[in-house]
């Protein structure tokens, strides 16, 4: 009876809950939407992704958060049918899709289905007049066509010739000018036709080219070259092949392709040509697995192999487990990277003059959406032509469309590709008309120019920076004139923190530089330090600079950690006016200049790891008088709360403090002082950086709800502080993030994500609407449509062009 009763109860509520839904322009309705999309969002990406924007459409506020975290989600075009194999015309004007026994040819006005038996390899003519694919006869193992259809009015084609064959055709190429077509045996031959009378293909010579299966043909959108690749690894470089009678140029050395026809029927696509045709890509074998290479093609009879720089650089690329092979490849058409797929999923290499020079580095991959979009068992990728930033990708549920608005991550606006060291801080500030960034790298610290984002980003310079312990933040002024971040450098003079280095002597300080010309020598150096730099920060309201002088092992601090304050009114002569005597990796000034914030967390007895001096306190110092610095409180910090991330309000009346238990504490202040604490919420399962947006009436975090879970971007309204909501987030991902902040302008939350880069995030919805729908796929469907929200017309959120 109680069950009944349960079940009874569960069917009213839900049939209550699609009523209250129904109505039109309901907050309940965005909140069921965006429900519903979080729920699809690995089954049925495409639909989840336009839930996401319906949910906005139906209420901006409750359907902010799943529009954006969408923008990680693909498209999908024909969810329902395996897709084999695709083509496209040079213009995106018709898009192929091997379904099967039939090809689909979609263009704007429509589809149309051309069953032709059982299709194999199939490509189209730049120009979108004719498709050219390889049918089998079931009953026939060896038996083999070229069909050739007239496709100029793509919603009428015509089949105008199809010559048969008794051997099977793996891989099929037009010559650029599309008057030739080239097809890859199983003999290792390559077969040529003039197409040029395309009711009449005339066989030209055949090509002597292998002597094994031709698995992939390519030909480059310049200058008339022609890649082939064998089962075996060979490939092999032509030139010539607008004339049909191609000359063999060269030969490079590629990877074996294991798997046989049976695990993998799809055509392969293992080699290609950048839009340039500078650059050829294709698998090689490492020491494990499969990894991309580039060669540079400026002459194409001694190609170059492009390496990553560095002595210990692999032959292959691990962090691709491509254990069963590379399938296909895929230049972007505007951008310089390039697009690989082994076993389920896809990765971007970026090749461009990066930070890095002659490095490639690792880009998206569509691992950083869901899991469950990507186990799919791949076919070929290719960039939609009419939308360049696209990405289309064959599987065996639909072809999915996923928008790369950058080449590094996945839904980001803009990636700032220099990996920031461990806990790495930066800042973010606006001169004039220029963006400065500052970074805390990997062995370098770097200074951008960051203006044109999201089209381009500079690097204005590097200074090497030592590891984390010894020094661990960076920091722009608050007019972003100058730097000041901590450098290894170069002495003759004994110094406390030098590391001898053959005969040469090493040395860490915090140096002053300006952003206007930061290749020139440092305006100073603060050198007056006993353990290193764990914090920096700059007074907002004074020529001020606090210092933590702290080194993170315990054992190599010399002398008791304390805070330096310095006086830069001359900025080539800082000079240091006061001492705190504290411990902390962490410094916050109030946006008066008048208070510092720090958590003083004293070293335990050397001699006893597990004694500690005294329990961690949060402590506010008087800097009225920078000289003279007075404590004003302390408030103990509960044990096991190891730090406290804290942010004032601009205007100073809130001081948000998340500490390393993801809880969130918001107090309003008085006179520098804590008054009351105005509420209390525990926000994720560990701590967070935490910024206030400029206006203050926002608060971003990073969120993670479960061990292994994803951690995701988090923007809180504290108009009412006293009851923050959640006003909007972002795509999660396994990587932590070291720090976060908005932009100044408050365009973009800015993300340091761990072992990878900078992240921009766009957080108006209204501004990545256009994007999101260029990645949509199909629409919704009216079935769809009416099960989701019955009762009202059919108006999809994305149209079709």
């Known amino acids: 009876m109680a069950l009944l009763l349960l079940a009874t109860t569960g069917l009213i509520g839900s049939v209550i809950y699609q009523r209250r839904a129904e109505r039109a322009g309901d907050r309940d309705l965005a909140r069921y939407l965006a429900a519903e999309a979080e729920d699809l969002r690995g089954k049925q990406p495409g639909l989840a992704k336009q839930l996401s924007l319906l949910s906005y459409r139906t209420d901006k506020d409750a359907g902010r958060g799943a529009l954006l975290n969408s923008r990680r989600t693909p498209g999908v075009i024909n969810a329902d049918e395996p897709a084999h194999d695709l083509a496209a015309s040079a213009d995106g004007r018709i898009l192929a899709i091997s379904v099967n026994d039939a090809i689909e040819l979609r263009h704007k006005d429509g589809s149309e289905r051309i069953r032709a038996g059982v299709i194999g390899a199939m490509t189209m003519s730049r120009d979108g007049r004719t498709l050219a694919a390889v049918s089998y006869d079931e009953h026939k193992e060896k038996t083999a066509w070229v069909r050739f259809w007239d496709i100029s009015d793509p919603a009428h084609p015509r089949q105008t010739a199809a010559p048969r064959l008794d051997h099977a055709v793996h891989s099929l190429a037009f010559s650029t000018d599309g008057k030739v077509l080239y097809g890859g045996m199983w003999t290792g031959e390559i077969r040529v036709w003039d197409v040029r009378d395309r009711a009449e293909t005339k066989p030209l010579p055949t090509l002597k080219a292998h002597s094994v299966r031709v698995d992939s043909l390519a030909v480059s959108p310049k200058r008339d070259l022609l890649a082939s690749m064998s089962v ?119 090749y461009a003059k990066t930070l890095i020079p002659g490095a490639i580095l690792t880009g998206a991959s569509s691992s950083d959406g869901s899991e469950e979009t990507t186990s799919l068992e791949p076919g070929m990728v290719l960039f939609d032509p009419a939308h360049p930033r696209s990405l289309l990708q064959a599987t065996e549920r639909g072809v999915r469309v996923w928008y790369l608005s950058n080449s590094a991550q996945l839904g980001v606006d803009t990636f700032i590709p220099a990996t920031p060291g461990t806990g790495a801080q930066f800042d973010y500030r606006v001169v004039g008309r220029r963006h400065l960034l500052a970074l805390q790298g990997v062995g370098v610290n770097y200074l951008l120019d960051v203006t044109d984002t999201p089209k381009s980003f500079t690097f204005l310079h590097g200074t090497r920076s030592p590891d984390m312990f010894t020094g661990s933040d960076i920091a722009l002024s608050p007019d972003g004139r100058t730097l000041v971040n901590v450098e290894k450098y170069e002495g003759k003079d004994t110094y406390k923190t030098g590391e001898k280095r053959g005969k040469k002597v090493e040395y860490v300080g915090v140096r002053l530089r300006s952003t206007a010309y930061p290749k020139r020598p440092p305006l100073s150096t603060i050198d007056d330090l006993d353990n290193g730099i764990q914090a920096i920060a700059f007074s907002p309201t004074k020529p001020v600079l606090a210092v933590s002088d702290m080194n993170g092992w315990r054992d190599s601090n010399r002398k008791p950690a304390v805070v330096r304050i310095y006086d830069i009114a001359n900025l080539r002569k800082p000079r240091q006016i006061g001492l705190i005597k ?189 994007e999101l729908c260029a990645g949509v796929g199909d629409p919704i469907s009216r079935r769809q449509w009416k099960h989701y929200l019955p009762g009202r017309p059919y108006d999809p959120p994305c149209k079709q062009e």
């Open 232 to 350: 075996d690894g060979r490939i092999q470089l032509w030139k010539g092949t607008a004339s049909g009678r191609p000359e063999r140029v060269s030969v490079i050395k590629g990877s074996r392709y294991e798997r046989d026809t049976v695990a993998n029927p799809r055509p392969l696509h293992r080699v290609g040509f950048d839009r340039r045709g500078l650059r050829l890509a294709a698998p090689v074998a490492g020491k494990d697995n499969d990894g991309l290479a580039l060669w540079s093609l400026e002459a194409p009879d001694k190609p170059r192999r492009i390496k990553p720089t560095g002595k210990d650089a692999p032959e292959g690329d691990s962090t691709m487990q491509c254990y069963a092979g590379i399938d296909s490849v895929a230049f972007s058409p505007i951008r310089d990277y390039v697009i690989a797929t082994c076993e389920g999923k896809w990765y971007a290499r970026i």
């Open 582 to 770: 504290a411990a902390t990796t962490g410094l916050e000034f109030s946006p008066d200049g008048e208070s510092l914030l720090l958590t003083d967390s004293p070293f335990a007895d050397p001699k006893d790891p597990q004694a500690r001096t005294s329990p961690d306190e949060l402590q506010s110092w008087d800097l009225t008088d920078p000289a003279h610095p007075r404590k004003r409180w302390g408030r103990s910090v509960p044990e096991g709360m190891s730090s406290t991330h804290l942010a004032f309000r601009p205007d100073g009346r809130l001081l948000a403090g998340m500490d390393s238990d993801g809880v969130l504490r918001v107090w309003r202040v008085e006179k520098h002082r804590l008054v009351e604490e105005l509420s209390r919420r525990t926000m994720s399962i560990h701590g967070s950086v935490i910024d206030f947006s400029p206006d203050g009436t926002r608060l971003a975090l990073m969120a993670q709800q479960d061990i292994g879970g994803l951690a995701r971007p988090e923007v809180w309204d504290l108009t009412d502080p006293k009851n923050p909501e959640l006003h909007f987030y972002l795509p999660g991902v396994s990587a932590s993030a070291y720090a976060l902040a908005f932009t100044p302008d408050d365009k973009y939350l800015a993300v340091v994500r761990a072992s990878a880069g900078v992240e921009m995030w766009d957080t108006d919805p209204e501004r990545v609407i256009g």
